[in-house]
C-alpha cells in the first residue's frame, strides 16, 4: 500500500465488501481504502478503514465521499444503486463504479428486467407479468400442468424466487407474493415465468457503457441444504472456474447475452457502468438467461478475487470513466477457488446474533485460504484490550481458498472451517461438487 496514493470507498458490509476491500487495498495506487459501513472483517484488514454510515444513507455516503476526498467510489450491494447513490454522487463530482440508477432496474425490477431481454432478444424463459393475484392464478390455471417459477417484482433479498412443480404449488405461489406480500414491496408485481431445465452458472462482466470485459464465470450454490435440497438463500458458496462454462459457451455468452444487453441499453439511454452479472441456466437450447445483477455476487466475488492475479483498480477506475478499453486485461491465477459460506442457525429463516466466533486466528494461519467477513460484528474487549468478534448476520463467513483444481480447493477451505466454531454454526459439505 502506497501511503501517497489515492483514496477508494467502499459501500458495503458484506462478504462481497470485505473482498472487494481486501483487494483494493493491495493496489499500489491505493493509499486509503475506506468501508461504510464494514464489519468486523473490514476493521481488521489491513489498510482498511471502516466508517460508520449505512449503506443506503446516500446523503451521508455523499458527504463522506467530498470531506475524505474520495477518487473512486465502489458500490457493494445492490439497494443503494437501485435507491440512486451513483447519480447522487456524479452530481457532486465523484468518480463511482456502479450503474445509475435507470440501469439499475436491470435487478430493481425482474419484470423490466424480462420486459428488455425480450426487446433485446436475449434468450430468456417464456413469461407473463402480473400485479393481481386472481388474474395470474386464472392464468395458470388455463396452462397444461408444467414446473414454473414465480418471483417478486423487486428486491427481496435473494429469497424473493419460488420454483412451482405443479399448478397448485404455483397459484400458491401467487398468493404469497401478491395476496400475502410475503416479500413486502418486492411483491406489487409478479413475474410468472416456465421454468428451465440444465445447469446454473455466473458470468460478471466489467462494463462501462460500451466495452465490456467478462470475468470468468463461477458456479454459485443457491440452495440451503446439500444436494441442492431446502429453500434459497443469499448462497451458500461459489466456486471458479466453472467447467461447464467452457470458452465456446462463454463465446455464446457474451455475443448472445452480455452484447445485446448493453447495446440494448444504451440506445434505451440507459448507460449501464459498472458489474453486469448474468446468471444464467445451460440448457439443451443453449445459455438463458435467469436474471441479470447490477452489482458483483456475493459469494461468487470472494473466489474470483483470490484468483485474481493482477490489480483490481485501475480497471473499476478506467470503467467508472468510460475508458475501459483503454485499461490492462485482468490476469488470472491458474487454479482454482472455492467458498464456503458458514451461516448461523435457523438462516435463512430466523435466528440470533451476538454469538461469539473462535478459530479464526487458527484459519488464518494455512496457506492460500482467506476468511472473508459478512454478517461479523466487534464485541466485548478482553482484559488485554482485544476485542470478540461475533456474529452480526445470517451468512457469516465467507471461506475462501485456492487449489491447483476444484478439489484440492475445496479441500483446503473445508480445512479452515473445521477450524472455526459458534454457536449454531453450520454451511453446505457439498460446495464445488459439482466443478469436480
Known amino acids: 500500500m502506497s501511503a501517497g496514493g489515492e483514496t477508494v470507498l467502499v459501500v458495503g458490509g458484506g462478504g462481497r465488501e470485505h473482498a472487494l476491500c ?13 468501508c461504510a459501513p464494514g464489519n468486523a472483517g473490514t476493521g481488521t484488514e489491513t489498510g482498511v478503514e471502516n466508517v460508520p454510515v449505512k449503506d443506503d444513507d446516500l446523503p451521508g455516503l455523499v458527504a463522506l465521499a467530498k470531506e475524505r476526498k474520495v477518487d473512486l467510489v465502489v458500490i457493494g450491494p445492490e439497494k443503494p444503486l437501485v435507491l440512486g447513490l ?29 420486459s428488455l431481454m425480450k426487446r433485446a432478444g436475449v434468450p430468456t424463459a417464456a413469461f407473463e407479468i402480473f400485479n393481481n393475484a386472481h388474474a395470474a392464478a386464472d392464468w395458470i390455471s388455463g396452462r397444461s400442468e408444467q414446473p ?18 405443479t399448478r397448485e404449488e404455483a397459484m400458491d405461489a401467487v398468493r ?12 406489487a408485481r409478479a413475474v410468472v415465468e416456465e421454468k428451465l431445465v440444465g445447469e446454473e452458472a455466473s458470468v460478471l462482466a466489467i462494463v462501462d457503457g460500451a466495452t465490456i470485459v467478462p470475468l ?16 434459497n438463500t443469499g448462497g451458500m458458496g461459489a466456486y471458479t472456474p466453472a467447467r461447464l462454462v467452457h470458452e465456446r459457451r462463454m463465446q455464446q455468452v457474451v455475443e448472445q447475452v452480455l452484447i445485446p444487453i448493453v447495446h440494448r441499453m444504451q440506445r434505451d439511454d440507459r448507460p ?12 439443451r437450447r443453449g445459455p438463458m438467461v435467469l436474471e441479470f445483477n447490477v452489482r458483483f455476487g456475493d459469494p461468487e466475488v470472494q473466489p474470483l478475487l483470490m484468483r485474481m492475479s493482477g490489480d483490481l483498480y485501475p480497471l473499476l477506475k478506467a470503467a467508472a470513466a ?5 485499461a490492462a486485461p485482468p490476469t488470472w491465477d491458474d487454479r482454482a477457488a472455492v467458498c464456503v459460506v458458514m451461516a448461523s442457525e435457523g438462516y435463512p429463516g430466523e435466528y440470533e446474533t451476538g454469538k461469539t466466533i473462535r478459530g479464526l486466528a487458527d484459519a488464518a494461519e494455512l496457506p492460500d485460504t482467506k476468511v472473508f467477513h459478512a454478517g461479523t460484528k466487534f464485541g466485548v474487549r478482553d482484559a488485554e484490550g482485544r476485542e470478540s468478534i461475533e456474529t452480526a448476520g445470517g451468512r457469516v463467513l465467507g471461506v475462501t481458498a485456492l487449489g491447483d483444481d476444484v478439489t484440492d480447493a475445496k479441500r ?24 469436480r
Open 272 to 283: 449501464f457502468r459498472g458489474i453486469l452479472y448474468a446468471g444464467l441456466m445451460f440448457t
Open 148 to 165: 414454473l417459477v414465480v418471483k417478486a417484482d423487486g428486491l427481496a433479498a435473494g429469497k424473493g424466487v419460488i420454483v412451482c412443480d
Open 412 to 435: 483446503r477451505a473445508y480445512e479452515a472451517v473445521r477450524r472455526i466454531r459458534w454457536e449454531g454454526a453450520w454451511c453446505r459439505t457439498d460446495i464445488a461438487d459439482k466443478g
Open 322 to 326: 468510460g475508458k475501459l478499453e483503454d
Open 176 to 187: 404469497r407474493v401478491l395476496s400475502d406480500r410475503e416479500f413486502g414491496a418486492a411483491g
Open 216 to 231: 470468468p464465470a463461477a458456479q454459485d450454490h443457491k440452495a440451503a441444504l446439500d444436494g441442492d435440497r431446502g429453500p
Open 86 to 114: 451513483t447519480d447522487e454522487l456524479e452530481k457532486a463530482g465523484i468518480a463511482v463504479f456502479g450503474p445509475s440508477k435507470a440501469a439499475a432496474e436491470l435487478e430493481g425490477s425482474k419484470a423490466y428486467s424480462k
Open 22 to 34: 481486501w483487494k483494493l487495498a493491495q493496489s499500489p495506487l491505493v493509499g486509503t481504502v475506506l
